[in-house]
């Protein structure tokens, strides 16, 4: 049974030919490479023109075995910043910053709930803390995520791609709608627009929520 990889998600598909669009990230069947044996992948996708036909072999003739192509090894990093972001993409840098934000999200909406609902000012402060944690978490969560995005994905523009950038814009708005408006008003939770406040934090948790299910999608290609 052949096996062809997603070029963009690393997706491994089992077939005679490639599927008609990859299950994981939804990249077009060009965007497989069939791999060898030995679990390389050739040069060129499945999408694209092969090159030309081989000899035909003539009867007694020996020919030598040619090695199955390999993609060409990543150029070492000339800079400081190159190695960085290699260093971070190598070693998970998104998937383990963005663990802080989504632990302390759900903490954070539960306890202005709590806070709406029972009046509790050390309710709305304890929310209001945790919600600063994701504040300051977020810019290395956003740019390890684009960092991955580019070096691992190829900078997809599928519309798995475009709902997880959707969410994490939507979570980040949110997130910084209610900070700032906590300390333009500390007593909103207690006033008539209350229900606005726990609203947009509600987006906030939903926004996150999608984002890390993409998220694990990707990584666990399920």
């Known amino acids: 049974m052949k096996k062809w990889q997603c070029t963009v998600c690393k997706y491994i598909h089992e077939g005679d030919e490639p599927p008609e669009k990859c299950p994981i990230c939804g990249v077009p069947a060009s965007k497989f490479v069939l791999l060898e044996e030995d679990g390389q992948a050739p ?24 090695p199955s192509p ?3 090894p990543e150029p070492p990093p000339k800079t400081a910043y190159e190695k960085l972001t290699r260093f971070m993409v190598k070693h998970h840098a998104h998937p383990v910053s963005v663990h802080m934000p989504n632990g302390l999200v759900p903490v954070s909406v539960v306890l202005f709930i709590l806070a709406w609902l029972s009046g509790s000012s050390l309710f709305v402060k304890a929310g209001f803390i945790n919600l600063v944690f994701v504040v300051l978490s977020l810019p290395l969560v956003l740019y390890s ?3 991955e ?13 475009k709902i997880k950038i959707l969410a994490a814009a939507t979570t980040t708005t949110a997130c ?3 900070v700032i408006w906590y300390l333009i008003d500390p007593s909103v939770l207690a006033s008539p627009k ?27 290609k399920d």
């Open 43 to 66: 040069a060129k996708p499945a999408g694209e023109k092969a090159g030309p036909k081989p000899e035909k072999k003539v009867a007694g003739a020996k020919t030598a075995a040619k």
């Open 70 to 72: 390999k993609p060409a």
């Open 145 to 147: 995520g684009v960092l």
């Open 149 to 161: 995005w580019k070096k691992k994905y190829n900078a997809g523009l599928t519309p798995i791609f």
């Open 176 to 178: 910084l709608i209610s």
């Open 194 to 220: 209350a229900w606005v406040f726990v609203l947009v934090n509600l987006v906030m948790l939903a926004a996150a929520g999608i984002a890390g299910h993409i998220g694990g999608k990707l990584v666990f």
